[in-house]
């Protein structure tokens, strides 16, 4: 734990001198170095409201762009510039070690999540262990509580951000044998060289808080943990409103448990 707070300390340093190198880095050049070329300065940028709840449109966004077919499934998908231009790093070093990251899931504004709590609100879509939130579970906390197992409220998303990648399965078994085993383990021992930091770690290893261990989930650190402590400052529970079921997100304490309920691995300052 020590180690990884002093490699994150060691990215932090390598943000600040920004403009260096941008070479791009092997796999093996990066672990030798153990530091990474991140331009990102942290909490340069002031980010509003209205963006850390997804309230815009990434397509029409000055910072987001189409993230290129080779690197995605079919679907158009966007993602912040900046962390697609690390993105691209890490996928090279990855290719080179016979991994290959697809990315499954980016950006998601507060609309198209929206769609995917409602949908599972009102039993559209069947959640994961094939419960009908709205048949099998009448009362509105209990079951805003077992859709957050796995999805975010409208507005608390991280995939709100750009910030936030899915890969390859949104399956955590498809990780624990094979290519997926083999993905993972090298995600665990290279990501942070990029920048990036699996969000929702098992539950009870370093956060009990939170959604479930999601394999697939990882955050560009350096971008994402800025905005991470603005969420901190700016979004109150009763600010998210605009979905079903949104009036249970005082109750649940959403800010507290979900928005700051990740690793700590994926914030370095606290405060
Ligand atoms: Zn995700």
């Known amino acids: 734990m020590i180690i990884r707070y002093l490699i994150i300390i060691t990215i932090t340093i390598s943000a600040c001198n920004a403009q260096k190198s941008s070479s ?4 093996k050049d990066a672990v030798s170095t153990k530091t990474n070329t991140l331009a990102i300065p942290l909490d340069s940028v002031d980010y509003s409201v209205d963006y850390i709840m997804g309230k815009f449109d990434p397509s029409t966004h000055p910072e987001f762009m189409i993230i290129p077919p080779k690197y995605r499934d079919e679907d158009i998908r966007y993602i912040r510039k900046d962390v697609m231009r690390e993105f691209i790093k890490m996928y090279d070093a990855a290719a080179k070690d016979g991994v290959q990251l697809i990315i499954k899931s980016a950006t998601r504004n507060f609309d198209n999540q929206k769609r995917i709590w409602e949908n599972k609100w ?3 879509t069947i959640l994961e262990d094939g419960t009908n939130a709205a048949k099998d579970i009448p009362d509105n906390l209990t079951r805003a509580k077992k859709i ?9 998303s991280r995939h709100h951000w750009g910030t936030d990648l899915d890969f390859n399965s949104f399956n955590n078994k498809w990780f624990e044998t094979g290519e997926g085993l083999k993905l993972y383990q090298w995600m665990q021992s290279h990501a942070y060289i990029f920048g990036f930091c699996q969000t929702y770690t098992q539950m009870g290893s370093d956060r009990n808080t939170g959604y479930f261990e999601e394999k ?3 955050t560009y650190m350096p971008v994402s943990e800025g905005i991470t402590r603005q969420a901190r400052l700016k979004i109150k529970n009763d600010m998210i409103q605009g979905f079903l079921g949104a009036e249970t997100a005082v109750a649940i304490d959403v800010v507290q448990n979900y928005i700051l309920g990740i690793s700590p ?3 370095s300052k606290q405060n």
């Open 24 to 27: 791009i880095l092997t796999s």
């Open 122 to 124: 009102t039993g559209k």
């Open 148 to 156: 957050l197992e796995y999805s975010s409220m409208p507005s608390t």
């Open 216 to 218: 697939w989930h990882w």
């Open 265 to 267: 691995k994926c914030i």
